[in-house]
């Protein structure tokens, strides 16, 4: 899964879950929970890859991964395709 998404700061992120080797949306979620545990406000998060960011930054991208993890399993429930779901861009905000 990938998910790229505009950030406070204008840098785009690009998630990519690697399911092959045991990822998951909600494995990303509760790395994303976790390191928000970890930083305040005033915090500058410098990423192994990425730009420097900040928490709201941080906030905003666990809360885009929990939308489009909600958005997808709605798409599953209603029937839709896999080309269906990735027109629905249910990453989008």
Do not use: W
């Not at 399911?19 to 929970?33: F, K, L, T």
């Not at 798409?75 to 989008?92: D, H, S, V």
């Amino acid at each position: 899964m990938f998910c790229t998404q505009e950030t406070r700061s204008g840098i785009a992120t690009i998630l990519f879950v690697d399911y092959s080797a045991g990822g998951s949306i909600d494995g990303e979620i509760r790395a994303a929970e976790t390191n928000l545990s970890k930083v305040s406000a005033t915090t500058i998060v410098i990423p192994g890859h990425g730009a420097v960011t900040v928490k709201a930054d941080l906030t905003l991208f666990r809360d885009v991964l929990v939308d489009a993890r909600e958005k997808v399993a709605k798409l599953k429930k209603q029937g839709r395709t896999l080309a269906e779901a990735i027109a629905a861009k249910p990453a989008a905000r």
